[in-house]
């Protein structure tokens, strides 16, 4: 998934999200910083939403259903990977990948995981902490194998 993917599938999803948190069109835009006007070319599909606008709504709107199941899990960890085309540090804590995420290899204390809907890479460790996140698949296995190894 790249920015622009992540843009076209929030913009089709921004009318859902919005009535899931049983909002007015005029409070949205206001939530998102956008003109009445805007949020309703974008919902009748005439527009597509700013990359701003797509991070306001992934942040504000982080605990939907309807996000997460349009992304795969948690929107900021998509978000920040497609942002900082990956991630390599110690991260949250998560939910250790049962619903959104394949477990693809377990070496030590670490796992790498591929999400099943944005196709990201994921390294957790015993205690579901994200240490990686990539969409570059080599990346994530060279990565692997460096944790492993400490």
């Known amino acids: 998934m790249n920015q622009q993917q992540l843009i076209e599938l929030i913009s089709l999803k921004l009318r859902v999200i919005r009535l899931e948190k049983e909002y007015s069109q005029q409070k949205m835009a206001d939530v998102l910083g956008l ?3 805007t ?3 974008i919902e009748k599909a005439r527009a597509m939403a700013s990359w701003t606008a797509v991070i306001a709504v992934c942040a504000l709107f982080r605990e ?3 996000l997460q199941a349009t992304v795969g899990g948690d929107p900021l960890e998509v978000l ?3 942002a900082h085309d990956g ?3 110690r991260m949250d804590q998560s939910m250790g990948g049962k619903v959104w ?3 693809l290899e377990t070496k030590g204390r ?3 995981q ?3 809907i944005s196709q990201h890479f994921r390294i957790l460790d015993e205690e579901h902490y994200r240490w990686y996140s990539s969409f570059d698949e080599d990346e994530a296995w060279h990565r692997l194998e460096e944790l492993s190894g400490k």
Request: hydrophobic share 40%; net charge positive.
């Open 35 to 37: 003109s009445k006007k």
């Open 39 to 41: 949020l309703i070319q």
């Open 64 to 66: 939907s259903e309807v």
């Open 80 to 82: 920040e990977t497609i």
């Open 87 to 89: 991630i390599d540090r």
């Open 101 to 103: 995420w394949r477990e």
């Open 110 to 112: 670490f796992r790498l």
């Open 114 to 116: 591929q999400n099943v």
